[in-house]
Every structure is written in structure tokens, then in C-alpha cells.
């Protein structure tokens, strides 16, 4: 990309404002001003209000009329926030997805660029005061997290805000309380400022065949784009690949991006990544505050932070001297935004890698199809690792067949005594089940009511610990009744949750401390880490959770993974569901036998016979997602086609079809696409508005997006439009 060329006197700049408009806005720039190009923030008038925008463009001549042009306020910037690169990536993004840019843009900028913090500010940072090294030579009682912040304090001098993310929530308050005795004292320094050193590297295992194959063929690659599948079965040792890959990067004074699915899973990276490497690393996910997170997105972009932790919208973060790109988990939906400015951030920090040319590395245990077609059509080079690494082995696999076997609290008997086996040989044991609260439904067998949820197409579930009935789709609450409202008989809660598991397990191995991991127990700072470190000091025997418990989590002490109610994916209405629940029977698995101790797998099923689950225990996901892919193929489905969703919903269900019916007849004839539809969704109703759909689909990836940009000029002036809600979703992950 070329360099941005900087303003002349009286030039019009073209600016993206945060607003659910597809366009950008002329304003004349301040009389006199020179050296602005494209990427800076600039402050202008907007309505009766002022607003922080980013210039986009700068033309000579506006069609807007001379007499209505407004002139920017302010010039915030003397360099660019975003820079060519990413500024092209956020275009084409905005592009792609057919969103407005300047929500895009906005989705690349930290909230306090948005709100016009400078883009350089000082940073604070801690270091222990003489009191401190006067108290601490006394050797004084410390707790653990202080412990550790101390001994880095003494090794470095000084901590800062990556150092305090390592330690979760409880490092803010052990810091609190060094600080209060007068041990440390605070500081501030320039966010700016040159590269650090690599540092020292931790000690490193020794690596398996597999994995030097691996590391070599990175390592060969960087300084120009190329890209890597690494697939590797659960405990293989991806990380370590990583790990290495980022060590020669940083080695050559350049910077690696890892992307990770969910915030979860950032403490225990930046852990790993903290033991191997004594270099500032920035960390980027939603559960920081404004302040921090901005303190950290100034640290990649100035250089100073050889190595970036993020989740999905790190994807836009600038990095002064970018090496590598690292997606872990690369089949996980949460790299696709659901809302609002519906990117995927996987597929952009492909087109990310190579335009910086730099390698890029998507691993995964369970890659999706898409990426598997890739590597099968050598666009991506695969980089297998079928064995794990050091002592650890496969899994064995066993599905009980819950119809010929009798159930206690929703696990079967010879589930109950393989647990107790496990126990007793001092293993650790994980249940999992992806439904969370006490039971799905509360049913009167009197006159078969089921609490319904009175805004959405579905059943309220039970969670009897907070006495509430709740919608899992739209949030709605209501008490536990005593009786039915309709019959007053009494009424039953029917099914399970990891809450009622979570009760039987404690019924049934008394003694055996059971730790509890999904959104209902996991919901502040700092609660997912006091979880697993109960789970890593042995406390706590048996863990039961949803999804949060499949992704990229290391048990060691665990040998036996129980998966309940299997079937719960295998008749989904969506063409993805059995990829899905496929990758999470795989990667739950893989939790089992981590270490030097066999692991066994029991996965429960009502119908053990399905070609899914046999194809999953006989030939793994590999003999899985050659059918899917020939199951694909054959149908039509993505990755053999392109789709694109048009959604709507109103408060009536005539507006929705009605609105979707209209865009139909709206649509040009000339481009080689086919709609179905509309048809209304799966779940119509969901808090308290009907929800419709329409699927556009093409063989072409070219002529879908040339549909959609003339499509969408003529919907949006649709008057049907007015009395809906209405978005489109490019590459949509479900079709319901």
C-alpha cells in the first residue's frame, strides 16, 4: 500500500463517524492545516453534537454544496492512530461484510480514542520502595499472588499493567495491598520508546519429531506471508510450536499477534507465554477497563509489547514491526461477531498476515472445514501432529447406551462406576454438559403446562439455587412457582443442568469436592482462575461445566471425561450442527489423560448406533470430516458455496416477512445467485419480536458481493424498512 499523501490548504476530508450509516462525511479541513493523511483522528461538528471521527480520504472537491460543508474542529493527531495497513484492513472489512465504516472503525479503536484520549499518554508502573526492600529483607508471611509479584519486582525492577492481567484479579489486589503498606510505590512512563530486548527464555522442552517439523517449516518462513494449518491432536503440543515460532520473531526485534477465542482462556496464555518470555506483553479482551486496555493497545502499537494477547477484535490492533500472526482454536464460532459489525476475525487475520508478509498459523485440534478445504487445496500449508507429546496417549473411548442402562441423576451406572474408579485411583474426573442451570424445563405431569417464556418461542429454565425460572435467550426472570398455575398440581423439573449434575454428583460421591465451571458460577474478575486453580491444587476431585470447560484448558490430573446427553447436537436444524457438536465431543475428549496417566472417555447417548458418533469413536474427527465434506459438497453448502443472510425482525410478524418479501422482489435478476426464503426462524419469537430471514446464496464468492452492494442500495430505501430492525450477515455461522 502506498503512503498516504498529506493535506493541502483547503482540502476536504472524507471521515468515518460511529453511526449505523453506510457512507463517509466531507468536512473542510481547518483553514491552514497541513500534514494530515488518511488514519488520523479528527473532532468535528455532527448535528448539535461533536464527535471523534477518523479520516478515511482527502479529495479536492465534495459533491456536498459549498454552503452546507462544516469545517473540522479539531486535528487530534500529528501521526496516524490507524495505520495503512490496518486502515486497509478496516476498508475492506467494512466492504466485505457490507457494514457501515464507521462502526468498523470504531471496532478497531479502543473506547478511549474513541472519547479522544491522546494517542500517547504515560503508563503507570510499580516498583518496590526502600521500606519495601527494608521489610522484605525480614522475609514477612506474603500470600501468593504477592509472593509472586514481589519476586518480580526483585528480578525486574518493576511490574506493570501484562504483569498484573497474568495474575487475574487477585494480582490488583495484592498489588493493593503492597502499595498500602508503603512497600511499592507507582510511577508513570512514556508510552512511546524503543523496542525492549528479547529477554531471557524460560526453560524450553525438548521438542517432538512432529513439532521440530513444524517449528522449522514456521521458522523458514518468516519475514514473508505464508500460511499454516497446524493441526494437532489435543495434547500434542501446539503450544510449544507457538511458543518457538514467537521465540525467533522476538529474537529478530519483531512482534507476534496470538489470538485466543474467549477471555477466559488469556490468563492461562499469558501465564504460559510469561514463563517463557521476560518481555512486556499486551493483552487485549472486553473484560478490561477503558483505561486499560487503551494502556495496553498503546503498548503493540508503539512496539514496546513484542508479543500480543487478544481476542477477537485484536485482530485490528497496529503493531509497529508485526512477525507473526497465531490464531489458536481457529474453528471456534467466537472468532465471528454476532452483532452489530459481523466480521470474522480468523478470515481477516489471514488477509491481515498477508499483507504485513508474515506467516500465519490457524491451529486447532478440530479445524473447521473451511480452513480442512484450504489445506486440501494447498492454499494452506498443513502441519500435522497426530500423536501427544511426551508420555501422554490417546484416549479410549466408550458410549453408553442409555437405553439398556439405568440412570441416577442423569448419569448412567456404569458412568457412576468408572467416576468412582477413577477416584479412587486418584484421578480427577470432568463431566460435561452444555446446558446450564437446574433443568431445561419445569413440566406439570397433571396437565403437561411447561413454564414457557412469555417473550420468546421457548421454555423457561429451572435454576433452583436462585429459587428463578430464566430464558436463556432473552434473559427473562420470573420466581419458581409452588404449584401449576393452570392445575395447581405439583410440578417437576424435567431433564438436567450442570447445576442438578452438579447436586447428583455430590450425592453421589460424597466427600469428593465438585467445582461448578459455566456463566451462572463464572461471572465476575478473576472467578474462572480461582476455579481452575481449585482444579490445578488437587482441592477440588470432579469438574462440571459447559463449553467453557472444552477450550484449550490443561488438566493433568484428569483421566476420565464423561460427555452427557451426546445426542444433543445430532439432529440440529442448522447444516453446521454436527461439525459443532463433532468439535466439542473431540476437544472435551482431549481434556482426558493429559499427563503420564491413561485416560478413558464414556460418552452418553440414546443413540449410540448414529454414523457420527461411530465414525467420531472408529475413524476420530479426520474419517469425520471427509464425510462432512462430501456431505457438504454434495448439498451445496459452504465451503462449496457463499451465503449471505438477510435477518429482520419487528414486533409483528407481517412486518418481518413482509419487509423480506419486498427486498426479495428488490433484488437484481442479472448476477448468478439464488434466494430462499423468506422464511421465518427457527425461533420466531425471541423477546417478544418475530424474527425472519432470507438466505442468498452463490457458487461465486465475486457475484454474490456484487449482488449484495447493489441489493443493498435499493433496501435500504425500502419503506418496509422503517418498521423493522434488519441487518445481513456475510459468511453467516448458523442458518436458523
Known amino acids: 500500500m502506498s503512503e498516504p499523501t498529506a493535506t493541502a490548504p483547503a482540502s476536504i476530508l472524507r471521515i468515518a463517524l460511529d453511526a449505523p450509516l453506510r457512507r463517509l462525511f466531507d468536512y473542510r479541513a481547518p483553514t491552514g492545516a497541513t500534514g494530515i493523511v488518511p488514519g488520523m483522528r479528527v473532532q468535528v461538528p455532527f448535528g448539535r453534537r461533536e464527535l471523534v471521527g477518523l479520516v478515511i480520504e482527502i479529495v479536492e472537491q465534495s459533491a456536498v454544496p459549498d454552503a452546507r460543508l462544516r469545517s473540522v474542529t479539531a486535528i487530534l493527531d500529528t501521526e496516524p492512530a490507524l ?26 479503536l479502543p473506547a478511549g480514542l474513541r472519547a479522544g484520549r491522546p494517542l500517547d499518554e504515560r503508563e503507570p508502573r510499580w516498583r518496590l520502595s526502600d521500606l519495601g526492600q527494608t521489610a522484605l529483607a525480614a522475609k514477612p508471611r506474603l500470600g501468593a499472588r504477592q509472593r509472586i509479584l514481589v519476586d518480580q519486582l526483585t528480578r525486574r525492577d518493576c ?18 495491598g503492597l502499595v ?11 508510552s512511546e520508546g524503543s523496542a525492549p530486548s528479547a529477554g531471557n527464555i524460560g526453560e524450553r522442552p525438548t521438542p517432538t519429531p512432529a513439532q521440530l517439523v513444524a517449528i522449522d517449516a514456521i521458522e523458514a518462513a518468516i519475514g514473508d506471508f505464508a500460511p499454516f494449518l497446524l493441526h494437532g491432536v489435543t495434547g500434542s503440543g501446539k503450544t510449544e510450536v507457538y511458543l518457538r515460532a514467537i521465540e525467533t520473531v522476538v529474537a529478530a526485534g519483531r512482534q507476534a499477534l496470538v489470538l485466543v477465542p474467549e477471555i477466559a482462556l488469556t490468563p492461562q496464555a499469558v501465564a504460559r507465554f510469561r514463563a517463557r518470555f521476560d518481555v512486556p506483553i499486551a493483552i487485549l479482551h472486553s473484560g478490561l ?30 503493531l509497529a514491526r508485526p512477525g507473526i500472526v497465531i490464531v489458536d482454536e481457529e474453528h471456534d464460532a467466537s472468532y465471528k461477531q454476532q452483532e452489530g459489525f459481523r466480521y470474522s476475525a480468523r478470515d481477516l487475520a489471514v488477509l491481515r498476515a498477508q499483507r504485513e508478509k508474515v506467516p500465519i498459523v490457524l491451529g486447532s485440534a478440530t479445524p473447521s472445514l473451511e480452513t480442512l478445504q ?18 501422554a496417549s490417546i484416549p479410549r473411548i466408550t458410549v453408553i447406551d442409555l437405553r439398556i442402562h439405568e440412570e441416577r441423576h442423569g448419569i448412567a451406572t456404569p458412568t457412576v462406576m468408572a467416576i468412582e474408579r477413577h477416584l479412587s485411583a486418584g484421578g480427577q474426573v470432568l463431566i460435561y454438559l452444555n446446558r446450564r442451570g437446574y433443568a431445561p424445563t419445569l413440566f406439570c405431569p397433571g396437565c403437561s403446562w411447561a413454564a414457557p417464556c412469555e417473550a420468546c418461542d421457548a421454555r423457561m429454565t429451572v435454576h433452583m439455587r436462585r429459587q428463578q425460572l430464566i430464558c436463556h435467550h432473552c434473559g427473562a426472570q420470573a420466581p419458581v412457582p409452588f404449584a401449576c398455575p393452570r392445575c395447581s398440581a405439583e410440578l417437576r423439573p424435567v431433564g438436567q443442568g450442570t447445576e442438578r449434575i452438579e447436586d447428583g454428583l455430590d450425592e453421589l460421591f460424597p466427600g469428593r469436592p465438585v467445582v461448578r465451571i459455566d456463566r451462572d458460577t463464572i461471572q465476575g474478575r478473576g472467578e474462572i482462575e480461582q476455579a481452575l486453580e481449585r482444579v490445578q491444587s488437587g482441592e477440588a476431585r470432579i469438574l462440571v461445566g459447559t463449553q467453557m470447560l472444552t477450550k484449550g484448558h490443561d488438566f493433568p490430573d484428569v483421566t476420565l471425561v464423561v460427555v452427557l446427553n451426546a445426542d444433543q447436537g445430532l439432529f440440529g436444524t442448522d447444516f453446521r450442527a454436527s461439525e459443532r457438536l ?16 491413561p485416560g478413558e472417555v464414556y460418552i452418553q447417548s440414546a443413540c449410540p448406533e448414529h454414523p457420527l458418533l461411530q465414525r467420531l469413536v472408529t475413524e476420530g474427527y479426520e474419517g469425520f470430516a471427509q464425510s462432512a465434506l462430501a456431505e457438504r459438497a454434495a448439498a451445496g453448502w459452504p465451503p462449496y458455496a457463499r451465503l449471505a443472510l438477510l435477518r429482520a425482525d419487528a414486533p409483528e410478524r407481517t412486518d418481518a416477512l413482509g419487509f423480506l418479501e419486498a427486498a426479495r422482489r428488490a433484488a437484481p435478476t442479472e448476477y448468478p445467485v439464488r434466494l430462499l426464503g423468506p422464511v421465518a426462524s427457527v425461533m420466531e419469537r425471541r423477546a417478544g419480536r418475530y424474527r425472519a430471514q432470507l438466505l442468498v446464496e452463490s457458487v461465486q464468492r465475486a457475484a454474490l458481493h456484487q449482488f449484495l452492494t447493489h441489493w443493498l442500495i435499493q433496501v435500504e430505501k425500502l419503506p418496509e424498512g422503517r418498521k423493522v430492525r434488519w441487518s445481513v450477515d456475510v459468511d453467516p455461522l448458523e442458518v436458523t
Open 83 to 108: 495505520n495503512p495497513t490496518i486502515l486497509g484492513l478496516v476498508r475492506f472489512a467494512a466492504e466485505y461484510y457490507h457494514h457501515a465504516i464507521g462502526e468498523a472503525c470504531a471496532t478497531a
Open 159 to 176: 511490574v506493570d499493567l501484562t504483569d498484573l492481567e497474568a495474575l487475574g484479579e487477585g494480582g490488583r489486589q495484592a498489588l493493593r
Open 180 to 190: 498500602a503498606k508503603g512497600w511499592v510505590d507507582s510511577y508513570e512512563v512514556s
Open 289 to 318: 477497563t477503558d483505561s486499560d486496555r487503551l494502556s495496553m493497545w498503546r503498548l503493540a502499537r508503539t512496539g514496546r509489547a513484542p508479543i500480543v494477547i487478544g481476542t477477537r477484535s485484536a485482530v485490528f490492533v497496529p
Open 374 to 391: 484450504q489445506a486440501t487445496l494447498n492454499r494452506y500449508q498443513l502441519l500435522s501432529m497426530p500423536e501427544r507429546a511426551g508420555a
Open 582 to 597: 463433532a468439535q466439542s465431543i473431540v476437544q472435551v475428549a482431549g481434556r482426558a489423560g493429559r499427563a503420564s496417566r
